[in-house]
């Protein structure tokens, strides 16, 4: 029973086994039907595709179809938006350039009429009258001294205001020339008279000396100097430095110092005398130009801008001309700063003027005299007398020596202070009832320090030995100053400090060690191996490149500029043709002559700069600092259409600049009517070039920059014109009331900080 089961049993699994496997029949039949299968998905994946394609294709072609036709429409109506925007430009530059005329013009009458003794310094004759007066009168007396330098002070400021904010057509060069010379001799005439008084006070230093230290000390200060002198009448050898009050100025004397019959001076200006006369002030002068400059969107022809680089050419080769005489240097002076002066402005001068310069420079070289004024006091007065010297190539900059400072890329800030010791006069002495004092004629005498002459004297023999030579910074230690950071700069890094080098006319950092900063008290210490005169620097483009920057209106004829910079956020308010400085998270007390005072674009930017807070670009300074350099034409044109409608329309930096190329500028655009923030949707983006300008279908934070048009958005030829398109009647009638000199004052922000290169 169990053999016979186990048979069934393998029967049944050799029947299960046949009836699995497939015939060949039956599987050619299957390998028929996938084969078909598999040709009917390919054929209609092939339909599918070929659909997709004719439509992508139709769309591209209707896509196409439409911008051709928005572009002939844009051809069609391109002459009549130029024309306008032209005229429109035109009418508010005339406009607001007239005010200018009048304001200026009705100043010079003002200045003629102002009747409270002091010269006009544009008038020869009045201001060289003024210099002669001064330089005969014998009375020294440092009240008389501070109140004649005080006033010539601000007659070089008042020339140095005419000469940055007067039009180049407006003065001739012989004015300028004149400028400059007076300029010179009322430097000249007021450090020389300084040191005369301070000579005076000297003479009688016993006479003044104070009951607790036996020495004299005194303190005389005003809003652009301050006078700090120390005499050294006891000759306590454990004197170790003294701190004049209410300066936070101090310095420390070695002890040979401590013995010697000498007098300190700090004499600290809030003006700047020495930096113009270095040759890394001014910009480099490029000795060829290759680049051409792409026609404006007005339609400036190609041709003029040629014959503008050939004349530039040879203006500056000319310029090059290395001269001889004080005159001559003078001339080259007026040109290197005039160059810089109007870098905003055409650069291209007109070969008659400059063969007219030429002929004039050589005709003064050889019959004017040298009218600056002579005196006979230390070297760097001596440099004082001498002109600024001309612009330097590019080429010179890898000549620099390592511890000169460039003064394009640094600026001193917080003024100059002329660290002086001198001998001590002779002083009054009372005998029977008489006073006897020793005259003498040599004036002001520098006391030599390191004492190489002693040492030699000392030595018995004129000549040093090596070993003296070797161990002489042993012998002489250095002198130590203390310096507090004066409250009208605001240093947004640890400053540096440089001294002056008179015979080489440069700033210099070396001679100076030991340097210390307390970032909390604001007070700076260092050492020197002698006296020098020193400043206190920080890097011109330290606040560069910005992070972002947003220009929102306030109201007609009001607007808000926001820049974000590398370390600091400032705000510029402007209204009507005036503007304001706002530092945020800053502290209230610095820089206060400066906030909530309404000044001129021109002025804001001079004394912006003069206290640290630069965020003004230069013709060079692309040298120091990384720009997204765009076509210059394109940008300039912007700025001024920007300010058409600054009083409705907000404008904010886009990250897309920095990736659509030097030819094209990429900005967020928003209408806005209200005083508050934008609104992140309500930005939208707008891509401009020298010929057409269009809005953008991507946001500020789509994944890829694409170049697509906006929905129902058409190309215009004007940046302008494309605002127009979609501006409603509230923002318009704003737009058309808006105030030539708000226009103007804008433009002129915004060309200073060229925040469409960022």
Known sequence: MEACKHCVESAARMSGKNKGKLSKAERESLQREEEERKLREEEEARLIAEKEEAERLERERKVQEERERLESKDRDRREVELTELRLLLQANSQAANKWYGDLRAKAKWDRYMRCDGSPD?????????????????????????????????????????????????????????????????????????????????????????????????????????????????????????????????????????????????????????????????????????????????AGESKSDSKEGEVELLEGEQKEDTKSVSVTEDEIQSVKSEDRKQQSAMSLISTKDETRSLAEKNKEEGETKTDSLIEVNTEDWLCAV??????????????????????????????????????KLPPQPQNIKGWTIVQLLDTGLQTFPYPMETIKSNNSGSGKLD????????????????????PDTVMFLEDPQVARWDAEGKQWKTDCISDVKYDKEAKRISFKMDTFYTFTLLQESHVNMPFQSWELRPLGLNNAILTVTA??????????????????????????????????????????????????????????????????????????EQM?????????????????????????????????????????????????????????????????????????????????????????????????????????KLLTATKVLSY
């Open 121 to 297: 310094p544009s008038v020869p004759r009045e201001i060289n009258t003024f210099m002669n007066l001064w330089r005969d009168n014998k009375c020294v007396d440092i009240n008389s001294v501070w109140l004649k330098s005080t006033l010539a002070i601000s007659l070089i400021d008042e020339l140095d205001q005419l000469l940055a904010e007067t039009p180049a057509f407006e003065l001739n060069e012989k004015d300028v020339l004149e400028y400059k010379e007076t300029i010179l001799n009322l430097q000249n005439l007021t450090h020389c008279k300084l040191n005369s008084a301070t000579e005076e006070i000297l003479k009688r230093s016993n006479l003044l000396a104070d009951t607790e230290t036996g020495n004299m000390q005194t303190v005389i200060k005003n809003k652009n100097l301050t006078l700090c002198v120390w005499a050294n009448l006891n000759k306590n050898p454990r004197f170790k430095g003294y701190e004049f009050s209410d300066t936070g100025l101090s310095f420390e004397l070695p002890k040979q110092l401590a013995l010697s019959d000498i007098a300190v001076r700090i004499l600290h200006t809030q003006y700047d005398h020495l930096s113009h006369l270095s040759n890394t002030f001014y910009a480099r002068v490029k000795k060829c130009v290759t680049q051409s400059h792409p026609a404006s969107l």
């Open 385 to 422: 007398q001498e002109a600024s010297l001309p612009a330097p190539d590019e080429d010179q900059e890898d000549f620099l020596e390592e511890d000169t400072v460039d003064l394009r890329q640094f600026t001193p800030l917080g003024g100059i202070y002329y660290f002086d010791v001198f």
């Open 466 to 485: 090596e070993k003296e030579t070797d161990s002489s910074s042993f012998t002489f230690p250095p002198v130590g100053v203390t310096i507090s950071l």
């Open 566 to 639: 590398a370390i600091q956020e400032v705000e510029i308010i402007i209204k009507d043709g005036q503007c304001m400085l706002n530092l945020l998270h800053s502290n209230k007390d610095n820089l206060s002559h400066i906030r909530g005072n309404w000044m001129t674009p021109a002025a804001l930017i001079r004394a912006m700069r003069s206290a640290g807070v630069n965020i003004f670009v230069e013709e060079d300074s692309e040298r120091f600092v990384s720009f997204n350099s765009k076509n210059p034409q394109a940008e300039q044109a912007i700025y």
């Open 643 to 747: 300010a058409l409608v600054s009083s409705a329309y907000a404008f904010s930096w886009s990250k897309w600049n920095a990736v659509c190329g030097t030819e094209h500028i990429v900005i967020q655009v928003s209408e806005h009517l209200k005083t508050d923030n934008v609104a992140d949707e309500d930005w939208a983006l707008y891509l401009v070039n020298a010929n057409r300008a269009l809005r953008l279908k991507i946001t500020e934070y789509s994944e890829e920059f694409s170049t697509d048009l906006a929905e129902n958005s058409e190309f215009h030829s004007t940046f302008y014109h494309m605002l127009k398109d979609v501006i409603s009647d509230a923002a318009l009638n704003r737009i058309n009331q808006s105030h030539y000199l708000f226009i103007d004052c804008v433009q």
